[in-house]
């Protein structure tokens, strides 16, 4: 079975500073993907970031970075450079190697940026 | 030019009706999923289809019932709509089954149920 736990329900960050959404997974399979989505208000889900497990390298995409820790089991979003468009849910999501595509998402973290 | 596109946008109805939600892509992915964010914002996958043939059916209601005519398109149907089928529903698409594939989501169809 997999699992995605994302244990902040909110964070708050300053314009401009770096923020970290914290993000736990669990599987029992060895090739795996690591997914972040961003949701705005407007309620669209816009892919940013993935992370395969055998990538030996942090996955970045601009503004964005997944700190990888695969014996922790963590994947976790840096964003760095805060805008206030970055204020929105964001999700962490995984999909097995034998989930056949199937996203299993967390509970999501609303990311609120502050001016 | 929309990737992937779902009408209608909002759906409002009363309970017992029947209705559907119409998806298509134009990426030329070959598999499409069908999730539900339900009022606490949580995503889950409900179905997905790669080259019409299902391959997801998580447990869902047997009054939904998805339907792939090509690999462009898939369709939801609900009959019988109850109160606690009002959430928002992505389709979503991909090329391939990996786990590595990204998923382009669609703006999402909001049911309202009355």
């Known amino acids: 079975a997999q699992k995605i736990t994302q244990t902040q329900p909110g964070m708050f960050v300053q314009e401009k500073e770096a923020v970290t959404l914290d993000c736990t997974y669990d599987?029992?399979?060895?090739?795996?993907?690591l997914f972040w989505y961003k949701q705005p208000s407007s309620g669209e889900m816009i892919f940013l970031i993935y992370?395969?497990?055998?990538?030996?390298q942090n996955a970045t995409e601009g503004r964005y970075s997944l700190n990888f820790q695969k014996a922790r089991k963590s994947a976790n979003l840096v964003i760095s450079a805060s805008q206030l468009g970055d204020s929105a849910m964001y999700f962490c999501?995984?999909?097995?190697?034998?989930?056949?595509?199937?996203?299993?998402f967390g509970q999501g973290t609303i990311l609120t940026v502050h001016p | 030019d929309t990737a992937v596109s779902q009408t209608p946008k909002y759906l409002v109805t009363q309970m017992g009706n029947d209705k559907s939600i119409k998806c298509e892509q134009n990426?030329?992915?070959?598999?499409m999923y069908w999730y539900k964010q339900d009022s606490k914002k949580f995503l889950k996958i409900m179905f997905s289809?790669?080259?019409?043939?299902?391959?997801i059916n998580e447990t869902v209601p047997n009054r939904f019932s998805p339907k792939s005519p090509d690999k462009a398109h898939l369709n939801l149907h609900i009959n019988s709509l109850e109160l606690g089928d009002s959430a928002v529903y992505f389709c979503?698409?991909?090329?391939?089954?990996?786990?590595?594939?990204?998923?382009?989501f669609g703006p999402g169809t909001r049911l309202t149920v009355t």
């Open positions: 599987t029992s399979d060895q090739s795996y993907g």
């Open positions: 992370q395969g497990s055998y990538d030996e």
């Open positions: 999501a995984l999909a097995g190697g034998t989930s056949y595509g199937k996203l299993t």
């Open positions: 289809y790669n080259n019409k043939e299902l391959i």
């Open positions: 990426l030329g992915h070959d598999t």
């Open positions: 979503a698409s991909s090329q391939g089954l990996a786990g590595a594939n990204e998923q382009y």
